[in-house]
């Protein structure tokens, strides 16, 4: 192996370190997560162990980040976002930013309000903010029950019990902000269905 590629390898461990402490995650935890031994995660993240592709699939995966990330791979000159869909619980979700960790920016496509919408309010760490583009939108907030149009905004804390949803017969559209617990909250990977 060439002087290149051994200096991206011994580049790795010190990321993965800082992206599990980042994450407060202890190597006990990480290893829960990735399949992999504490020992082992240890081994990587002090360069005593070289990576392979099999133990930084699921390192990637479990911090959040990009390959490339790990291996710190150069730029590929290409800023666009391309959008992948997903559907959840009937709305449509569409990713608008494109890096790990962090606030997320998403628009989302509420279906139009059915009579029999059930209002299941939930509650997680984490502050969210949206803005309405189109249509209405219902959020229930505690004990508050408000209706928002275009161009109206909101935002709260999300250990608040909240709901959100269209308040029309049409659907709505939002941007919407929330860091990690409120993408887990919102957009479990099982959950995850690319739109046909």
């Known amino acids: 192996m060439g002087g290149a ?3 991206v390898l011994a580049g790795v461990g010190p990321r993965l370190r800082a992206l599990r402490r980042s994450r407060n995650a202890t190597l006990a935890g990480l ?26 699939l699921p390192l990637a995966r479990a911090h959040g980040v990009p390959l490339d ?16 869909p ?14 790990p960790g962090g606030v997320q920016t998403y628009k989302v496509i509420y279906p139009p309000a059915s009579r029999s919408r059930t209002v299941k309010l939930q509650t997680h760490d ?4 949206f ?13 508050q029950d408000l209706r928002l149009g275009p161009g109206e905004a909101a935002e709260f804390d999300t250990r608040t019990p909240h709901w959100i949803g269209s308040a029309g017969p049409h ?5 919407t ?8 909250a919102h957009l479990t990977p099982r959950s995850r269905r690319p739109v046909p």
Do not use: C
């Not at 984490?126 to 903010?129: A, I, K, L, N």
């Not at 659907?171 to 941007?175: G, N, S």
């Open 5 to 7: 590629e051994d200096d």
């Open 31 to 56: 290893a829960a997560e990735t399949g992999l031994t504490a020992s082992t995660l240890s081994r990587l993240e002090t360069g005593k162990l070289r990576p392979t592709l099999e133990q930084l």
């Open 69 to 84: 990330d790990l291996v710190a791979a150069p730029p590929t000159g290409d800023p666009r976002i391309h959008l992948r």
């Open 86 to 99: 997903v559907r959840r619980s009937g709305m449509t979700v569409i990713p608008l930013t494109n890096r």
């Open 126 to 129: 984490g502050h969210e903010w």
């Open 131 to 143: 803005y309405v583009l189109n249509g209405h939108v219902r959020l229930v907030l505690g004990t």
């Open 171 to 175: 659907p709505a559209e939002l941007l």
């Open 177 to 184: 902000m929330f860091g990690p617990h409120g993408e887990r």
